[in-house]
């Protein structure tokens, strides 16, 4: 589906009705804008890189631009932008960026340019609009085939502020004074000012993957999730300024990283792309419910069934699924009785590069299909993601969209299935602008009084609490209750504005209570147990009765159809009993009941099927563990969800365990001499 854009803009309409004037014929022309324009000659070029680029810029392709137009030979500025969008003026500054007149103009969405491009047409009676992306790279590379049009390397005086940006999170380093004054830089040999950074460059095109064959005059594809952007930015690294990177982001996203240039002459009249093919996990997926998804095991025998992998990718894929790192996952069941999954794929966890994938579990199945892309927006971290089935036809999928690199600016957005995950709606930005407390964390539930409620880690580090954004009109509005408030402190009781630990999970007590546990953070030496009375306005804090965890690991906690509260989490010395009243110890990962409330809880084993130890690839940070009678998995991101036939599914890094209840209360078989 192709995303509907939440974007406006003040429209001042010229004085009088613009007549149609006649093309300027010169190689430069000067507007009333005072913005100067370049003649692009038509021409051949090969569009992509053949190696050392990215996976979306292959294959290279022949692009033959069959008619001349002009391009703005810098961004637009502050100046230029406000005599259309006067109220633009209050931006200046946000966050430090773009104060001056002449710095290029950011924080304007896809539809704000669009709509800059149409109030100058109509002001000056010629054809003004955005670049298509192959024109942008034509005229990028004016003739050149290397990386830069500087050649294979970019000199000194492009490089702005070069780097990975933790920004606007004040913990994890200041970020430098940041220029964005056009025209700074050396022109290219076609006389174009900062086609490599400065600030990302709207292009007219739906982003998707590049088709075989020669093309004339490309307009990209037919629709999809994000709009082209080009050129790099400041605060990144040189490898997003090439010719050939391409970038992108949804349409009504706004930043100090992206705004425009402008291009002047007529549109192409070819066909564009059909939208690109649907992913495996989208396709021949069933629509019936089936009349026997409560059937299942027998509630009153033991039942397990795992590890198993779910993740299973080629060892050499480097994007848009990776071989090198899986983690952080969600999984959720389909009304059609499938299981979905989806979690993370990159090379590196702060790299620009992270995108979300997925692997369907088909009903009646034994094995998982093969990971695709699920959540893919280009050059920019989708760190990270929630699922949610509202019990009835809807899946809810929420996702963190970084400015650019790292988790430190994340936008929070939500899309919907009601077919099984078949097709989702366009993604909408519910937490708009980018900044912390907006990454979401499994697991998301509706309170007693109907709110939605998903858990996002507030801060970017190892300890420092989960915040919450909650919804009391099925998601069309949301709010963080804890935004701007004090980081609370933890060690004294509270009450406190978030949840004591990261990648916080959260469940309501049936008194109407929210209790939460969280990683990283501790009391007493004990995890962090988190309770609000007041749907996560305010939290107060004790100690719980679990150790700790850290890096690599996370909890899960949930309730179970039958009535008591389910937690699962990792130790290394976890006391459960056999068959024969034995105390025994173990390590790794471990399950644990509450039956009132959360006041007393009762180890009840380790997840494992008690089999002989072995060695097992755990995925993720997880890597190789051994397995056996009294040895689990000994770290993971978990995600957890309970099915109508009753049996618990818990996804590791890598690993589905499958079980019912039954089998969490059966003690562990007695230990073998």
Not at 56 to 70: A, C, G, I, W
Not at 189 to 217: F, R, S, T
Not at 255 to 271: C, H, N, P, Y
Not at 454 to 479: I, K, Q, Y
């Amino acid at each position: 589906m192709v995303p509907r854009i939440f974007c406006f803009a003040v429209l001042v309409v010229a004085s009088s009705s613009a007549i149609a004037a006649d093309p300027p014929t010169d190689e430069t022309f000067t507007n009333s804008l005072d913005m100067k324009l370049v003649r692009i000659a038509p021409g051949s070029f090969n569009m992509g890189s053949p190696s050392g680029g990215d996976f979306d810029e292959r294959p290279v392709h022949k692009v033959t631009l069959t008619r001349s137009f002009y391009l703005g030979t810098t961004e637009v500025t502050n100046t230029q932008y406000e005599q259309f969008d006067p109220a633009h003026r209050k931006l200046r500054g946000k966050l430090g960026f773009s104060k001056e007149d002449n710095e290029a103009v950011v924080f304007v969405c896809w539809a704000d340019a669009g709509r800059f491009c149409e109030w100058l047409s109509a002001k000056e009676g010629q054809p003004y609009r955005l670049p298509t992306e192959a024109e942008w790279e034509y005229a990028c590379r004016a003739g050149t085939s290397t990386p830069f049009h500087t050649g294979d390397t970019l000199p000194e005086a492009f490089h702005k502020h070069v780097g990975v940006s933790w920004f606007p999170d004040p913990a994890r380093g200041a970020r430098g004074e940041v220029r964005l004054t056009v025209g700074a830089t050396p022109a290219n040999p076609w006389g174009l000012h900062d086609m490599h950074g400065n600030v990302e460059q709207w292009c007219a095109d739906w982003y998707g993957p590049y088709a075989p064959g020669d093309q004339i005059d490309p307009v990209g594809r037919a629709g999809g999730d994000f709009r082209v952007t080009r050129g790099g930015s400041h605060s990144t690294t040189l490898e997003y300024l090439r010719s050939a990177n391409r970038a992108g982001t949804l349409p009504e996203d706004r930043s100090w990283l992206i705004g425009f240039r402008v291009a002047l002459g007529e549109k192409s009249t070819t066909d564009a792309l059909p939208v690109a093919p649907l992913p495996r996990h989208q396709r021949d997926v069933k629509q019936e419910v089936p009349v026997d998804l409560a059937d299942g095991p027998d509630p009153e025998k033991p039942y397990f069934e795992g590890p198993r992998q779910y993740v299973h990718i080629a060892p050499d894929a480097d994007g848009p699924v990776f071989a090198r790192h899986n983690h952080c996952p969600a999984i959720v069941p389909c009304p059609n009785g499938d299981l979905l999954a989806i979690w993370y794929s990159c090379r590196s966890e702060p790299g620009r590069e992270l995108a979300i994938v997925a692997s369907r579990l088909r009903r009646g199945a034994d094995r998982w299909e093969p990971a695709e892309p699920f959540w893919n927006t280009p050059d920019r971290n989708d760190h990270a993601s929630a699922l949610w089935f509202d019990g009835k036809k809807t899946i809810y999928h929420f996702n963190g969209l970084s400015a650019a690199a790292t988790w430190g600016s994340l936008a929070t957005i939500m899309r919907t299935s009601t077919d099984s995950g078949a097709t989702w709606s366009g993604a909408r930005l519910i937490m708009p602008e980018h900044g912390r407390h907006h990454m979401p964390v499994e697991s998301v539930i509706r309170t007693l009084k109907g709110v939605i409620l998903v858990p996002c880690d507030a801060v970017t580090g190892g300890s420092g609490g989960t915040a919450v954004l909650l919804s009391r009109d099925e998601g069309r509005t949301w709010v963080d209750p804890g935004q701007g408030r004090e980081q609370p402190d933890f060690q004294n009781g509270g009450p406190g504005a978030w949840i004591a630990g990261i990648h916080a999970g959260v469940v309501q007590l049936k008194d109407g209570r929210l209790m939460a546990f969280g990683r990283g953070d501790t009391i007493d030496g004990h995890m962090p147990m988190s309770l609000s009375d007041d749907q996560g306005k305010t939290w107060t804090y004790r100690a719980s009765p679990f150790p700790p965890i850290g890096g690599g690991q996370r909890l899960v906690v949930t309730r179970l159809a039958e009535g008591p509260i389910f937690f699962a989490s990792f130790g290394k010395n976890v006391p459960f009993t056999d068959t024969q009243g034995e105390e025994r110890r173990g390590s790794g990962l471990f399950g644990a009941l509450s039956y009132d409330e959360g006041q007393t809880w009762k180890i009840q084993r380790l997840i494992t099927d008690d089999g002989p130890e072995r060695t097992i690839d755990g995925g993720g940070n997880t890597r190789r563990f051994q397995m056996g009678p009294n040895s689990a998995e000994p770290r993971g991101y978990m995600s957890i969800c309970q099915t109508p036939d009753g049996v618990i599914h818990l996804i590791s890094s890598k690993q589905h365990y499958a079980f019912n209840l039954k089998w969490l209360t059966t003690p562990a078989p007695a230990a073998v001499p």
